[in-house]
C-alpha cells in the first residue's frame, strides 16, 4: 500500500492521529485505499469491502436502478461521498436521492444533507458503527428511510424515521420478500438475486 503524506494537517494520514482532521485535509486525501470517513474531527477507514458485501451492493443497485428509472423517482448511487451534517462526512453503501431534492448534489460530486435513503451492507467489521453511530446520527439528519442488510445472512431490516426516533418497521429474513415501504409496487427475494434460493413466480421488481 502507498503511503502518502496530506497536509493539512502535518501528521500521518491515519485514524489514530491526535491532530483534528478539517473536511478540506480528509478531502485532499488520495482516492484509493485505504478509504475513509470522517466523523467529528477524526478518520474513520472503511475496511477493504469482500467480494459478498459488494455482490450484495451491485444485485440491490441493478434491481433499485430499474424501478427508479421507470417511476422517475430520483438516482441511487453506491459509495458517494454525503456531508450529512458540518462534522460528518459519510460513504454509505447505497444512497438514494428524490428527484425533487437533487438540489442537494453538490458539483455532481457529493450529497450535501440527507439523503432520502441510506443502505449500509453490514459486515464484522462495521456492524456494531453501522448498528449504533452511524444509525443514530442519520436519524439526527433526518434521512427518513434506513435499510441495514447483514452481508452473512442477508436479513433486511428497515428503519422509518419518526419524531420518537428510527422505527423498525420490517424484519425480512433471506427466505422471505422484500417490499420496502419507500417504493410502492417494488418487491425483491435478496437470496434468489444473489443465486441463492429460486426465484418465486410471483416475484417482480
Given at each position: 500500500?502507498?503511503?502518502?503524506?496530506?497536509?493539512?494537517?502535518?501528521?500521518?494520514?491515519?485514524?489514530?492521529?491526535?491532530?483534528?482532521?478539517?473536511?478540506e485535509a480528509y478531502r485532499a486525501l488520495?482516492?484509493?485505499?485505504?478509504?475513509?470517513?470522517?466523523?467529528?474531527?477524526?478518520?474513520?477507514?472503511?475496511?477493504?469491502?469482500?467480494?459478498r458485501h459488494q455482490k450484495i451492493i451491485?444485485?440491490?443497485?441493478?434491481?433499485?436502478?430499474?424501478?427508479?428509472?421507470?417511476?422517475?423517482?430520483?438516482?441511487?448511487?453506491?459509495?458517494?461521498?454525503?456531508?450529512?451534517?458540518?462534522?460528518?462526512?459519510?460513504?454509505?453503501?447505497?444512497?438514494?436521492?428524490?428527484?425533487?431534492?437533487?438540489?442537494?448534489?453538490?458539483?455532481?460530486?457529493?450529497?450535501?444533507?440527507?439523503?432520502?435513503?441510506?443502505?449500509?451492507?453490514?459486515?464484522?467489521?462495521?456492524?456494531?458503527?453501522?448498528?449504533?453511530?452511524?444509525?443514530?446520527?442519520?436519524?439526527?439528519?433526518?434521512?427518513?428511510?434506513?435499510?441495514?442488510?447483514?452481508?452473512?445472512?442477508?436479513?433486511?431490516?428497515?428503519?422509518?424515521?419518526?419524531?420518537?426516533?428510527?422505527?423498525?418497521?420490517?424484519?425480512?429474513?433471506?427466505?422471505?420478500?422484500?417490499t420496502p415501504t419507500l417504493f410502492p409496487?417494488?418487491?425483491?427475494?435478496?437470496?434468489?438475486?444473489?443465486?441463492?434460493?429460486?426465484?418465486?413466480?410471483?416475484?417482480?421488481?
Amino acid at each position: 500500500m502507498m503511503e502518502t503524506a496530506v497536509a493539512p494537517p502535518p501528521v500521518a494520514t491515519t485514524p489514530t492521529a491526535a491532530s483534528t482532521w478539517t473536511r478540506e485535509a480528509y478531502r485532499a486525501l488520495p482516492e484509493d485505499y485505504p478509504y475513509y470517513e470522517w466523523e467529528d474531527g477524526e478518520l474513520v477507514e472503511m475496511p477493504r469491502p469482500r467480494l459478498r458485501h459488494q455482490k450484495i451492493i451491485t444485485k440491490l443497485l441493478v434491481a433499485l436502478s430499474v424501478y427508479v428509472t421507470q417511476h422517475q423517482l430520483g438516482e441511487i448511487w453506491p459509495e458517494i461521498e454525503v456531508d450529512l451534517t458540518e462534522t460528518e462526512t459519510y460513504i454509505p453503501d447505497l444512497t438514494f436521492l428524490e428527484a425533487g431534492h437533487f438540489d442537494r448534489i453538490e458539483d455532481g460530486l457529493r450529497i450535501v444533507g440527507a439523503p432520502d435513503l441510506v443502505v449500509e451492507v453490514l459486515s464484522p467489521a462495521t456492524a456494531v458503527r453501522d448498528r449504533s453511530t452511524k444509525l443514530s446520527a442519520y436519524q439526527q439528519a433526518g434521512v427518513p428511510w434506513y435499510w441495514l442488510v447483514e452481508a452473512d445472512t442477508l436479513l433486511i431490516s428497515e428503519y422509518k424515521n419518526t419524531p420518537d426516533g428510527y422505527l423498525l418497521t420490517a424484519t425480512v429474513p433471506p427466505s422471505a420478500t422484500f417490499t420496502p415501504t419507500l417504493f410502492p409496487g417494488f418487491s425483491l427475494n435478496l437470496a434468489a438475486l444473489m443465486g441463492e434460493q429460486p426465484v418465486k413466480e410471483d416475484q417482480h421488481e
